[in-house]
């Protein structure tokens, strides 16, 4: 019996739908014309014009400052979270679960909506630091979940040798534990660190004065400049960051030989 075409087929419309228009917004951004509707040469004056926004890159650097930070906290966090549900198991590990996973499924608008009322409610100046902290509270799930991935496979017969050896429990989980559970916790803060540098709706409810983000500044270009091929260019060379950031995270998950 012959094998059905209609599955490779319908995977190759869905991957060309998802990936055609990225594939357009890249080449737009080596034409000269400025609309981008008929191709009028190869140019890369609109890099150049790139190069020359300060206010661009001062929200990259705000960007990447808050990713960073982003990053770094829900590495500590959820991988804390993931050892307790991993350890543990009782109804309040139980309610811990739920509550790791609802922000994975949440609405953004809702979380940006929730967290804007919190810092209102305690009287803390929109900024960076509400910006962070926002962030650290989406990313801190898709770490806890990547690295309690890890720990299903994790032998703990190492650990235990190690105890009975005569090394402590702190010096079983520095030398042991964390060595093991290291590329899971990479993989996990480069999962944060792109969702972060792209995240819009959540940033644009807690920002403040000077905290835009390069998401928010790409949002104002597109409803008022009119350099738009500009965008172009700035959206080709995050999808390359995004992109390296996702492969460097899936090879840190691959098992080793």
Not at 24 to 43: D, E, K, M, P
Not at 108 to 136: D, R, Y
Not at 165 to 179: D, E, H, N, T, Y
């Amino acid at each position: 019996m012959k094998a059905s075409r209609f599955p490779s087929i319908t995977t190759g419309l869905v991957l060309a739908f998802f990936y055609l228009p990225i594939g357009v917004l890249i080449v737009n951004s080596f034409n000269a014309s400025r609309f981008g509707t008929t191709w009028q040469g190869f140019t890369f004056k609109w890099y150049e014009r790139l190069l020359a926004r300060e206010d661009l890159w001062m929200a990259l650097g705000n960007s990447l400052k808050i990713a960073t930070l982003a990053s770094v906290g829900a590495m500590i966090l959820g991988t804390c979270a993931a050892l307790a549900l991993h350890r543990y198991q009782s109804r309040l590990q139980t309610a811990h679960n739920l509550l790791v996973t609802v922000p994975l499924v949440l609405p953004e608008i809702l979380m940006g909506m929730s967290l804007l009322l919190l810092f209102v409610s305690i009287s803390q100046p929109l900024s960076l630091v509400t910006v962070t902290i926002a962030h650290v509270t989406f990313c801190v799930s898709y770490v806890t979940l990547v690295v309690l991935a890890r720990l299903q496979d994790f032998d703990f017969q190492v650990v235990d040798a190690a105890r009975d050896l005569g090394a402590s429990p702190w010096q079983a989980f520095r030398k042991i534990v964390m060595p093991l559970l290291s590329p899971g916790i990479l993989a996990g803060g480069l999962l944060a660190f792109t969702l972060s540098i792209d995240d819009f709706v959540v940033t644009f409810f807690v920002k403040g004065p000077g905290a835009d983000t390069l998401p928010v500044v790409i949002y104002s270009m597109i409803k008022k400049s009119r350099e738009f091929p500009v965008i172009n260019a700035l959206s080709t060379l995050l999808l390359i960051v995004t992109f390296i950031a996702v492969w460097g995270a899936q090879r840190l998950t691959e098992k080793k030989a």
